[in-house]
């Protein structure tokens, strides 16, 4: 393994590319070409700034991008490298060209995890909503916090949606769960602190880590969510989605949640609740937010992604307005906004109501599709975490999970496994089956081909 290299990078302010944009392809090219080889330790986002006169920011930005496809790993807080790609080694003088893998048939089911359904929504709300935003004039200054009027409506959504009493002083506008975990990781660590992650937990979340130098420590979890007893006491910040794990989908009992805000107190931690698809519940009403139980020691992290489009770009982050004052001033440096005219459209919407009525059609919408795949799947297999949000686990047999994932993409389905979402070695095999970005009826016939597999395999 090689160790430092420099970067032999040169970009345009006169191409039509971003610096960040330009940057990131240039890494991707030189991975690809070899001049960037496995194991190679990347020169840290400070001295990559220097060498090219821009803002420490381009290079985060482009780190993280990386980060988020797979090409960049982090080692404990000691740097940023280059991930193995498990390519085999190309002849020397050869081409490097690798071709883009084929797109799937055009009448496949995308059974994978992490996307809504964005095909039936409101299309006179949606007008009504950018005419609104159109009519505002432009800002010259953004606010740090997001759009006051966003903030007050943010805060009523959590009264309703989460029985959240807050005020928009604890509300702050992110552009997504994505950066609210960097916001995070930029406000409360520092390099080589150690940030607990789920394991198997959400990837995106190590690697934001990962990104701001921090030494990630995977936290195990069980079919109810993370494990309390045994979490390290040096931890300055823990991840957690406790309204329903992702991926393995338990939701934390209060007992649980309570000793893990016991935990946080005595070791002054910072826990980081992740309530990214806590809207939809389809059992009974959602356990109250951890934040709800301790606003001193909790940030609550939601977003729109789940609930109307992640290419709205809009989140947000509760906290301490201690907290956020500091989050606010870092933001301002690194020169972090959400877009004004989204925030003035969703403020619309949340105004006029179409936002609630879209969600409560949403509920509905997807209730219809969990009851088939539990219809479809509950006979032939163990079903976790389907009382709630977009996806179930389906736990299988480690070696019967690669042959079904396999045979189902031949038949046109397509399929996410836990293995994946682990950071150590999987613990709780089976499949991660998402239900919002295909419609009720390819989620029937998909879970059909799937159970004659999984009987198939078992047989």
């Known amino acids: 393994m090689r160790t430092h290299v420099d970067l032999p990078v040169s970009l345009s302010r006169d191409s039509a590319d971003p610096l960040t944009a330009q940057l990131a392809g240039w890494l991707r090219r030189a991975m690809l070409d070899g001049t960037l080889a496995p194991g190679e330790r990347l020169p840290s986002t400070r001295a990559l700034a220097a060498q090219l006169a821009v803002s420490r920011t381009v290079v985060t930005e482009a780190y ?180 329903h794990q992702f991926p393995l989908g338990g939701r934390l009992p209060i007992p649980r949640r309570e000793r893990l805000l016991a935990w946080a107190r005595s070791t002054g931690a910072t826990i980081v609740e992740d309530d990214y698809d806590a809207e939809f519940r389809y059992d009974v009403a959602p356990l109250p937010a951890l934040y709800g139980l301790d606003p001193s020691r909790v940030v609550l992290l939601g977003t729109l992604s789940k609930i109307l489009a992640p290419d709205v770009g809009v989140g947000w982050l509760v906290g301490a307005p201690e907290l956020l004052a500091r989050i606010a001033g870092l933001r301002d440096e690194v020169a972090d906004r959400t877009s004004g005219p989204v925030q003035q459209a969703v403020a619309t919407m949340l105004e006029c109501g179409d936002l609630d009525r879209h969600l409560r059609r949403m509920r509905l919408e997807y209730a219809r599709r969990r009851a088939a795949i539990v219809e479809l799947l509950g006979p032939v297999c163990r079903l976790h975490g389907d009382t709630a949000g977009l996806h179930v686990l389906a736990e299988l047999p480690e070696a019967v999970v690669p042959g079904v994932v396999g045979r189902a993409a031949e038949r046109g389905v397509l399929l996410d496994s836990t293995h994946r979402h682990h950071h150590g070695g999987p613990r709780l095999h089976g499949l991660v089956i998402g239900y919002g970005s295909a419609s009720l009826a390819d989620v029937r016939r998909g879970c059909r081909v799937l159970a004659g597999l999984i009987r198939e395999c078992r047989s």
């Open 64 to 243: 993280q991008q990386l980060y988020a496809e797979g090409w960049l790993d982090g080692r404990h807080g000691s740097g940023t490298f280059v991930a193995d790609m498990e390519q085999a080694p190309r002849p020397p003088g050869r081409s490097t060209y690798v071709p883009a893998p084929p797109p799937p048939p055009a009448d496949s089911v995308d059974l994978t995890s992490g996307r809504p359904w964005v095909r039936d929504y409101d299309r006179a709300a949606w007008k009504r909503a950018w005419r609104r935003a159109a009519d505002l004039e432009p800002g010259d200054s953004p606010d740090p916090y997001g759009l006051p009027r966003l903030r007050e409506q943010l805060a009523e959504h959590l009264r309703r949606a989460r029985g959240m009493a807050v005020g928009p002083e604890n509300v702050l506008v992110t552009r997504g769960t994505g950066n609210g975990i960097d916001l995070c990781a930029l406000a409360l660590l520092a390099p080589g602190d150690r940030a607990g992650v789920e394991d198997p937990g959400y990837r995106v979340a190590r690697n934001v880590f990962a990104a701001r130098g921090a030494e990630v420590v995977p936290c195990p979890v069980d079919e109810d969510g993370v494990i309390v007893d045994g979490l390290p006491g040096d931890l300055r910040l823990l991840y957690t989605t406790p309204a």
